[in-house]
């Protein structure tokens, strides 16, 4: 017999916030700000180039200083070709954008995030995020009035652990006080998110908002609402 879900955990980028205008948009005004004159146009044609640059190194999550110096370095990555800078500069630059990130005005909910989140509430879920992010991401979370329907936050950087190891999704039933069986996650991506939450025994449930996911082997959901149905066992 299937345990009746108690707990919904959620990502939290790209399935509870995101981020306000569009990447180019921001290292454009970062490098206005530095000084720098970046070209919109050759950063778009550069971007499908240099995708590998964010690549996964789940290291990286789990202190505030290793992201910072990780996404310093693949900012300049990009940005220093574009740029002419010498290495040291660009990293500079990088931590620049880096910085912009942790600002709570930078993020936004998705429109649907606190109908969701009070459903939950209302309907007496346990509710929490699980999230590779600095221990920024509280006060962030709190700004946009989220905190308010979460039970607990479990952060990366902050607790020392990260996707998609078993280990962080395991302290994330420990604060809700649920088996495996009794949580849900919710998350954006099918390695981290999906594959993470299945070594600790949690069923993963993909958001994808675009309808871009190819064939899974996991529930897909195109709105963040639509986890009630798989609450309710549909």
Not at 86 to 91: F, H, I, Q, T
């Amino acid at each position: 017999m299937t345990s009746p879900i108690r707990a919904l955990i959620y990502d939290c980028g790209n399935t509870l916030l995101r981020t306000r205008g569009s990447f180019v948009e921001l290292c454009e005004m970062v490098a206005s700000r530095h000084g720098h004159r970046l070209d919109p146009v050759a950063l778009e044609r550069a971007l499908p180039h240099t995708a590998t640059i964010w690549y996964r190194n789940t290291e990286m999550y789990t202190a505030d200083h290793s992201a910072r110096a990780g996404w310093s370095e693949h900012y300049a990555d990009a940005l220093a070709p574009l740029l002419a800078l010498p290495r040291e500069e660009a990293v500079d630059l990088g931590g620049a954008i880096y910085d912009w990130y942790t600002r709570a005005e930078q993020w936004e909910p998705y429109p649907e995030v606190e109908a969701a989140l009070a459903e939950g509430k209302r309907r007496g879920l346990i509710q929490g995020v699980l999230s590779d992010w600095g221990s920024d991401l509280l006060p962030i979370l709190s700004a946009h009035g989220l905190t308010r329907y979460l039970d607990f936050v479990v952060v990366s950087a902050v607790i020392g652990l990260a996707k998609p190891g078993a280990e962080i999704f395991a302290e994330a039933l420990q604060r809700a006080g649920v088996s495996a069986a009794e949580a849900l996650y919710v998350g954006d991506t099918y390695v981290a998110d999906i594959l993470g939450a299945r070594a600790a025994g949690i069923r993963g449930v993909l958001l994808d908002r675009e309808g871009m996911a190819p064939l899974v082997d996991c529930p897909v959901i195109a709105r963040l609402g639509d986890v009630f149905a798989l609450v309710e066992g549909r």
